[in-house]
């Protein structure tokens, strides 16, 4: 098997569960958008700790789902597998559980932050930046229709929130922890 098919070569790419579209068509524009805030969060998870590591990896996979449900076509919707290929109510949830925990540590910020206090922190607000880019791709293919139900813009808009509070907590030097369910 090889890694080259050649079938994208007419400008067009597959989706999952079946279907071509044209690669610049709003779904591979959402999803890879949402593949390069999976690559920001990597860069972040490298230069991280062990807790701050273990959280980021499951961010990364968390938006693995987020990408399996944007490449898909909506009329294909009800073969996704909750929490596996379609984003949950409860992945919202939890981000919330985790943005109200940092806030109730760190509060608001009552000034612009400027990125770059330290490497991890500088790398976290790029990862924050492309999810905002993806949240409004995400926007965008969503204003085409049949997206009615999908979680994934108010998941994307969560952790970009999330890691906004996340780069505060790291620039405190208080970073949330493994043993931690809420934050």
Do not use: C
Request: aromatic content about 6%; charged content about 25%; overall charge negative.
């Amino acid at each position: 098997m090889k890694v080259y098919t050649r079938k994208g070569d007419d400008g067009t790419t597959g989706l999952l569960f079946g279907g071509r579209v044209s690669k610049d068509h709003p779904a591979p524009e959402a999803y890879g958008a949402v593949d390069e805030a999976v690559a920001a969060l990597g860069v972040a998870r490298a230069l991280a700790e062990n807790d701050l590591s273990a959280r980021l990896l499951d961010l990364q996979r968390q938006l693995f789902v987020v990408g399996a449900e944007l490449a898909t076509d909506p009329t294909h919707r009800s073969k996704l597998t909750p929490g596996v290929s379609l984003v949950t109510d409860q992945m919202v949830e939890t981000l919330e559980g985790w943005i109200d925990d940092l806030t109730e540590r760190h509060g608001l910020a009552t000034e612009f932050l400027v990125p770059g206090q330290d490497p991890v922190s500088a790398q976290l607000d790029v990862a924050r930046a492309v999810v905002r880019r993806a949240e409004r791709r995400t926007v965008h293919l969503h204003s085409r229709g049949g997206w009615e139900a999908s979680a994934t813009g108010r998941y994307l808009n969560r952790l970009a929130d999330y890691l906004y509070m996340l780069v505060r907590a790291t620039e405190a030097g208080r970073v949330p922890t493994k043993e931690r369910t809420d934050g």
